[in-house]
Every structure is written in structure tokens, then in C-alpha cells.
């Protein structure tokens, strides 16, 4: 992957990015948070190194991702003759979905709102494909 996100990556593939690098990044924050603050903990060498390789992972997967999606939100505002509206919907389905998902894993929020948001998130990915289906049979009729 290079760093400019290709504008072949799907939302779809960069939401599954983003969900893999918050679960790699979130629980390893908490975790070091909590043995800053005092919490006792065994440091094993090579465990320790997986650990830090895997955070690194993470958070690279995770910054790729976000702002690969934030390529997305922004051209789909800047570019008005395609399904701007179903990019801002998928979008913004991925960003509520990732937003429920984080609060869930660092437990700021219950159960039900998560799974709320992740459903809501589902229902405006199906409407962004909905306007995307709509407005590609459009572009076919007038060919």
C-alpha cells in the first residue's frame, strides 16, 4: 500500500482496514495506559515485541484507512456529477460504524448503543447503495 490511498480502495475494504487496525491499536493503548497507571503486568521479550509490532501494524492500517475514507468524503463533496450522496452515505456509515465499534471496545458505551450505531451504520450503507444503483440505471438510460 502506498501511502496516498489509490482511488481503487473500495469504502467497504477501507472500513475493514479501519475495523482491523482500531482492534489491533485500541485494546494495546488501553493496556499500556493501565501499566503506566500502575497496574502489574509481566513483560515477556518476545510477547513484548509482537505486541509493539502489532500496534505499529494498527496504527498504520488505521491512519491508512481514515484517511483513505477521508479521500472519499472530500472528492465526494468536491465532485458533483457522480453519486456524491451515496459516497457521503457510505461514508459516513463507515465513520458511525467505526465510532460505535471504538466506544464499544474501550467500553465508554453499552452494548445496545453499539450495536445502535452499527446498525444505523448498515442502514445508510444500504441507502448510499441504493442512490448509487439508482443514479448508475440513470447514467445507463441516457447512453
Known amino acids: 500500500m502506498s501511502w496516498t490511498s489509490s482511488p481503487k480502495d473500495s469504502v467497504l475494504g ?10 489491533l491499536v485500541v485494546p494495546i ?3 499500556a495506559v ?7 503486568y509481566d513483560v ?16 498504520y492500517t488505521t491512519i491508512y484507512a ?10 465526494a463533496h468536491s465532485r458533483r456529477t457522480g453519486p456524491a450522496v451515496a459516497a457521503r ?5 463507515v465513520v ?11 467500553s465508554l458505551a453499552p452494548g445496545f448503543v453499539v450495536a445502535s450505531g ?15 444503483r439508482r443514479a448508475s440505471r440513470g447514467s445507463e438510460r441516457h447512453t
Open 89 to 93: 452515505l457510505e461514508t459516513g456509515a
Open 66 to 75: 481514515a484517511y483513505g475514507l477521508y479521500l472519499k468524503a472530500v472528492s
Open 118 to 132: 452499527v446498525i444505523c451504520a448498515a442502514v445508510g450503507s444500504v441507502a448510499g447503495a441504493i442512490v448509487r
Open 34 to 40: 493501565s501499566a503506566l497507571g500502575g497496574a502489574p
Open 96 to 106: 458511525l460504524a467505526w465510532v460505535s465499534l471504538v466506544a464499544g471496545l474501550i
Open 29 to 31: 493503548s488501553v493496556a
Open 44 to 59: 515477556v521479550p518476545g510477547w513484548f515485541a509482537v505486541g509493539v509490532l502489532a500496534f505499529c501494524v494498527g496504527a
Open 14 to 23: 477501507l472500513a475493514v482496514l479501519l475495523y482491523i487496525g482500531t482492534a
